[in-house]
């Protein structure tokens, strides 16, 4: 069968696939559950580990490793499994239907794909084989590992190029900051043409330009937040060198929203007829009071909330008449208060709420 492994190498999604004979296991085996090398029975040389040394981006690597089979019984290998999608084995079918021989020795050709990477990376391959007996089911599976790697020395670095801000309260903060750098190393002349983040709550700022590094300011707005989210954001630089012309530095955050809603719309079809009265419950993480509610004027939208009560809960009511002449899609916006328990400063937290009516007859 074909093999996939999924993998992520230098933020950038691979799919790597080898061809290999379908595995099998005893009852409650598990390939984590297979001892590695168990003697010594299909050694590789050089210890099974090769070092590429200095190498640059973009660069594809090759090495190759011989097997040799120090058994009584010959060997046959069933699968290969790598760590990451930049090292395959470059092998054909072959290599899986061939017995070999009880001293035999076989080529074992490893590449290795630099693709964006900086700095110093690490990848194994796992070769699984079994004796051969007429009957397999008797064989058990081993494995033995290569491993390969390289430091590679980029156009530039950028450190990090994931920046996890961690855990954000939606009721102590609305804005978050890190900072990254990017560093001139292969290149002679850096030129940053463009810094563009994938969405408007991300922003940055030049702080700091010393002969090679640039260092930058991260700040991340979650006033606009309103649910809890894992949230993940790029920034996108765009450069002048030739071999990594662009690259993504990744920014992420655990956001936790002090205000849960239960609807971020109110949609109602052209069945439900005549006057419409639909319900938003909104609940916080401390005592609230719903101060406003922001729409445009619509003679056919009305909207009725207890702007005195302070509370954890509270209900907007929406009354909607009959559409004839057009649909309604009406932006609301809710502004509520929240008072932290103790001396905490209060929050004001915006919700936007779409009403949407579909009139008689669509």
Do not use: W
């Amino acid at each position: 069968m074909i093999e996939y492994i999924y993998t992520n190498f230098c933020n950038e999604k691979i799919f790597v696939f080898f061809y290999c004979l379908l595995l099998t296991f005893e009852s409650g085996c598990s390939r984590s559950d297979i001892p590695s090398n168990l003697g010594d029975k299909l050694v590789i040389s050089e210890s099974g580990f090769h070092d590429f040394g200095i190498v640059g981006q973009k660069e594809t690597l090759r090495h190759n490793f011989i097997l040799t089979n120090k058994s009584q019984i010959p060997l046959r290998i069933v699968g290969l499994e790598s760590s990451c999608g930049c090292t395959v084995a470059d092998t054909g079918k072959d290599f899986f239907n061939s017995a070999i021989k009880t001293n035999e020795k076989i080529d074992f050709p490893v590449v290795f794909s630099t693709g964006t990477g900086q700095g110093k990376i690490a990848a194994t391959i796992a070769v699984y084989y079994q004796q051969v007996f007429e009957d397999p089911s008797i064989a058990p599976l081993r494995k033995s590992l290569v491993e390969v790697i390289a430091t590679i020395k980029p156009d530039y670095q950028i450190e990090p190029y994931v920046i996890d801000l961690g855990k954000v309260n939606g009721l102590e903060v609305q804005k978050v900051y890190s900072k990254f750098s990017i560093i001139t190393d292969q290149l002679e002349t850096l030129d940053i043409k463009e810094i563009r983040p994938s969405t408007d709550a991300i922003t940055t700022k030049l702080i700091s330009h010393n002969g090679s590094k640039y260092e930058y300011e991260i700040s991340l707005d979650v006033t606009s937040f309103v649910e809890s989210q894992e949230f993940n954001g790029n920034i996108i630089i765009e450069t002048n060198s030739k071999l990594i012309p662009q690259k993504l530095v990744k920014v992420c955050a655990n956001y936790n929203a002090p205000i849960s809603v239960t609807a971020s719309s109110v949609i109602i079809s052209s069945e439900e007829a005549g006057n419409v009265e639909k319900q938003i419950l909104i609940s916080t993480s401390v005592p609230s009071q719903l101060a406003e509610v922001e729409t445009l004027p619509n003679r056919f939208v009305r909207v009725s909330f207890d702007a005195e009560e302070i509370s954890k809960n509270h209900t907007v009511n929406f009354f909607v008449e009959p559409c004839l002449d057009a649909d309604i899609d009406e932006k609301i916006v809710l502004n509520v208060t929240l008072f932290p328990i103790g001396e905490g400063k209060s929050v004001n937290k915006i919700i936007p709420i779409t009403m949407f009516r579909f009139r008689k007859g669509k």
